[in-house]
């Protein structure tokens, strides 16, 4: 090994002062993997995401993910994980489904029903309820931050009294285009109630912010906040998968991170990239500096056409990323019955 490190990274007499990493069939193939790699980690997850075609169930893996992110923000502002529940979940698809059927995005549906509809339809009885929507995105992590870095979504993730949360996504036309909806409903069940108060986050409505008009909900439908709703789909126990060996702890690994990264595409694609980078990097610097009297400039431009293509798909990646979050509506909605805020970015 360190034979091979010496002949491919370090100049000497042995390889004529020409470190084999940077020779032109190495090079070509290193372009070549990085082109692989882009490819597999953010062409076809994204070219999924706006239903191009189907490589992963993202209805089965997408919800996972986004809550696990919620929670990371809620343990990073020392607020309890929630609990996922399938009754709220149930919610969340219902109305993630009524938006890709119909084509709308809104906390009111255009026949006006709103978010407590789907509560109801579930069967959630709950104290406090709460929505973040999202929509036309390419990668998991982008909603939650853009939820994160608006005022009003974020109050709902850091919402001291929720306990649980359901998240649910559909495929479906928006604005002309194929692509996914999500809804991640908060909840605290009426069985929680406590006899003190809970823990609310330090939260202000930033005043330029406007509230759409069109999504304000009629203040009599606060009524279902506090009434006792039948349960219309049955509740689904919470299991527990108990590893039993090291096997099994690194098979689910393994499967988490497949998740992650098929869910957030640009993230692991920048992973890869940054990685292949430093090793470019590192090959060049021992190139130039180590024997600074031998130096050969065919290693160096091969070494910077790699750079400049790792370069090239990040700043690709990135815009393409961008620019459809650009086009990317969220909306937040709190159990006080009104629209917190309606973000385009």
């Known amino acids: 090994m360190k034979k091979w490190l010496k002949m491919h990274f370090i100049p000497h007499e042995g390889n004529g002062h020409r470190p084999y990493f ?3 069939k190495n090079a070509a193939q290193l372009v070549g993997i990085v082109l692989f790699f882009e490819l597999i980690l953010f062409v076809l997850p994204g070219l999924n995401f706006v239903g191009f075609f189907n ?3 993202l209805s089965a893996v997408l919800p996972g993910v986004l809550t696990t992110l919620t929670n990371a923000e809620r343990l990073s502002n020392n607020l309890p994980e929630l609990r996922e529940n ?9 109305k993630a489904e009524d938006m890709a059927t119909k084509g709308y995005f809104a906390h009111t549906s255009p026949e006006g029903k709103t978010p407590w509809y789907w509560l109801a339809q579930a069967g959630y009885s709950y104290i406090y309820a709460g929505e973040n929507l999202a929509v036309n995105f390419i990668d998991s992590e982008d909603v939650t931050k853009a939820w994160m870095n608006s005022p009003t979504h974020r109050a709902n993730i850091i919402h001291g009294a929720y306990t649980e949360v359901g998240t649910g996504i559909a495929v479906g036309m928006y604005k002309g285009n194929e692509t996914v909806f999500v809804a991640q409903v908060y909840g605290r069940p009426v069985a929680s109630l406590p006899n003190s108060q809970f823990p ?3 939260f202000q409505s930033n005043p330029n912010e406007s509230i759409s008009n069109e999504n304000s909900i009629n203040e009599n439908s606060l009524q279902i906040a506090n009434s006792k709703i039948e349960n219309s789909v049955s509740v689904l126990g919470e299991t527990q998968v108990k590893n039993s060996g090291a096997n099994k702890i690194t098979q689910e690994t393994i499967k988490n991170f497949f998740q992650e990264a098929a869910t957030a595409p640009r993230r692991a694609t920048d992973a890869v990239l940054y990685s292949i980078l430093g090793i470019i990097i590192l090959a060049l610097f021992f190139n130039i500096f180590i024997k600074i009297k031998h130096q050969h400039p065919d290693l160096i431009l091969n070494g910077a056409v790699i750079v400049v293509v790792i370069l090239g798909l990040h ?12 086009e990317t509506s969220f909306l937040a909605f709190d159990s006080q019955n009104q629209v917190l805020n309606q973000l385009n970015q």
Do not use: C, D, P
Request: charged share 15%; net charge positive.
């Open 200 to 202: 609310i986050s330090n």
């Open 86 to 94: 399938m009754v709220l979940a149930e919610a969340a698809r219902l």
């Open 55 to 57: 490589i992963l169930n």
């Open 315 to 326: 700043i690709g990646n990135t815009y393409v990323s961008q620019s459809k979050a650009f």
């Open 22 to 24: 940077l020779h032109r």
